[in-house]
């Protein structure tokens, strides 16, 4: 097998060979004049059972066809198998028509990586776990969830409580609780337009409690931030937060620098860039 990686989290693919102990395939991606992708393969793939690492954040749609020009230019070189290796899926959140004449961009993806002659893919944390079922080929989906929790069983923190952000996240937070023996509350979000988050109650007991929050993916930091305020407003004693994909967009920084989170720990599915790295900030590997 080879593995190759695009310019989107390159330190994630060093990491993987260099536990697996082989070396990165050789390939160059850079841009030509007028911004078109140029990829050159510089070593035979033919018959190998080939990796693409390349999770598709920001640069979302740069790095969206960085994928797919690398697995079609891997296809026509005579691979013989090519699993697309996206520990971050770009576009989940755009799983579902919410409104009249939306688009279901996560959908589209899963027809261009298809189509591009992907045989298989490797994801973390997709925002919704259905987007599985818009593939037809086989895709491991795995979680974020073990790795986080050996971090904070590690840590030894004591009267835990591990709360969702919203709804759709009780079943990861029940997961991590299960796994560091804490209880489980949960915060019932509204999300009057896009990037906007507005808390409206809390289920569960917190007085005392060390809370540690868990999301899937940190955008604009709002939901966290917003959340990690109003468990201490009700009771708790301090509040650590963690997430799979730190995406980290627009405010985020500002938010979190000034937010009463104690520790934010993330994984590397998505690349910090040295502007991203504050002291809160903990990044574990999912290599
Ligand atoms: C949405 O439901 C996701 O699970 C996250 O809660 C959301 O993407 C976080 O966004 P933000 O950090 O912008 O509030």
Redesign the pocket.
């Known amino acids: 097998f080879k593995i190759f990686c695009g310019n989107a989290n390159r330190p994630l693919a060093q990491e993987i060979v260099s536990y697996l102990g082989v070396p990165l395939g050789e390939a160059k991606i850079k841009r030509f004049q007028d911004g078109e992708t140029c990829l050159a393969i510089d070593e035979s793939v033919r018959g190998s059972d080939i990796y693409v690492v390349q999770p598709t954040c920001y640069p979302t749609n740069d790095n969206i066809m960085e994928l797919l020009i690398m697995i079609d230019a891997i296809r026509r070189a005579s691979a013989r198998r090519i699993t697309a290796v996206m520990p971050y899926y770009g576009y989940a ?1 755009q799983e579902r028509k919410s409104k009249a004449r939306d688009p279901i961009t996560a959908k589209l993806m899963a027809n261009l990586i298809t189509t591009a002659g992907a045989d298989r893919v490797v994801t973390m944390d997709l ?1 919704a776990p259905a987007i599985q079922g818009f593939f037809d080929i086989p895709l491991d989906h795995l979680p974020g969830v073990p790795i986080l929790a050996e971090y904070f069983r590690e840590k030894g923190l004591e009267n835990l409580c591990v709360v969702s ?2 709804l ?2 009780v079943t990861r937070a029940r997961n991590l609780a299960e796994r560091i023996g804490a209880t489980l509350a949960i915060i019932d ?1 509204r ?1 009057p337009e896009p ?1 906007v ?1 507005e808390i409206m109650h809390v289920i569960g007991e917190l007085k005392g409690k060390t809370v540690i929050m868990i ?10 931030t917003q959340g990690a305020q109003a468990l201490l407003e009700r009771g708790a004693k301090e509040v650590y937060a963690c997430c799979t994909h730190p ?1 980290l ?1 627009g405010p ?1 920084i500002e938010r979190l620098k000034n937010s009463v989170i104690r520790e934010l720990v993330v994984t590397n599915t998505i690349p910090l860039g040295l502007e991203k790295t504050i002291p809160i900030i903990k990044v574990l590997s999912v290599a």
């Open positions: 959140r925002h952000p919203d759709g996240g979000k999300r990037n988050s999301d899937d993916i940190i955008d604009t930091a709002g939901t966290i995406v967009s985020a």
